[in-house]
């Protein structure tokens, strides 16, 4: 089967920094993702890892570990205007598909 | 570039209705995926298009749903007989292809509100 864990909720202060772990199970990979999602909006593209290691972008990270199934997305310097859901997917190999975990709502407080 | 256009952005519908959703690509993408999203939920997968093609339709259910992307004009969602439970956001993305490493783009969604 296919499964993609994440934790429902995080909560962590402006100005600090947050990592938001992933953990799947697929048939095949061929790349993670991590989306943004403000509520009622539409998911916008943050990151992708097809190799293993780190992708900085500016304020966000992306780290992938093919081995142990295992990603996280660490933002720095926390604005309120992060405060968001962040989605984990996996495109599987021999699919075009790309699966989604449930999301983690992250509140940013001042 | 308008970015990938959906309409409409609200639909409700009654009961037993049927309910269309539009959505038309980047201008370049032909590949087309569409995604539900229940409230407080992830995207579920429903269906994978290449004009004129379904390539998987694995995440779609069996009745009342279907998907088509014409030749010309965009990609429909069409469900029949919208119960309650049909009531979310549907999202669209498209990519110039399935190997785009950038991800996909996404519409700004379609809610569709069955009462």
């Known amino acids: 089967g296919q499964n993609i864990d994440q934790p429902t909720e995080m909560t962590a202060t402006e100005g600090a920094i947050v990592q938001i772990n992933c953990t799947y199970q697929t048939s095949g990979f061929n790349g993670l993702f991590w989306y943004q999602q403000h509520a009622g909006e539409a998911p916008t593209f943050l990151s992708y890892?097809?190799?293993?290691g780190l992708e900085e972008k500016g304020r966000f990270s992306s780290f992938l570990s093919r081995s142990k199934g295992y990603s996280y997305l660490l933002l720095k310097e926390l604005q309120m205007k992060d405060s968001a859901s962040y989605l984990c997917?996996?495109?599987?190999?021999?699919?075009?598909?790309?699966?989604f975990g449930a999301g983690t709502r992250l509140f940013v407080k001042a | 570039n308008a970015g990938v256009m959906q309409n409409p952005r609200h639909l409700v519908r009654r009961r037993g209705q049927e309910a269309r959703l539009r959505c038309s690509p980047m201008k370049g993408h032909s590949h087309v995926y569409w995604y539900r999203q229940l409230p407080e939920e992830g995207l579920k997968f429903m269906v994978y298009?290449?004009?004129?093609?379904?390539?998987?339709e694995s995440g779609m259910p069996k009745e009342r749903f279907s998907a088509e992307f014409p030749k010309e004009g965009p990609s429909i969602l069409r469900i029949q007989q919208v119960v309650r439970g049909d009531s979310a956001a549907y999202f669209c993305?498209?990519?110039?292809?399935?190997?785009?490493?950038?991800?996909?783009?996404f519409g700004s969604g379609t809610r569709l509100t069955v009462v």
């Open positions: 890892n097809v190799l293993d």
């Open positions: 997917a996996v495109r599987a190999t021999g699919g075009f598909k790309t699966i």
């Open positions: 298009l290449q004009k004129e093609n379904i390539i998987d």
């Open positions: 993305a498209s990519s110039p292809s399935q190997d785009r490493v950038g991800g996909y783009t």
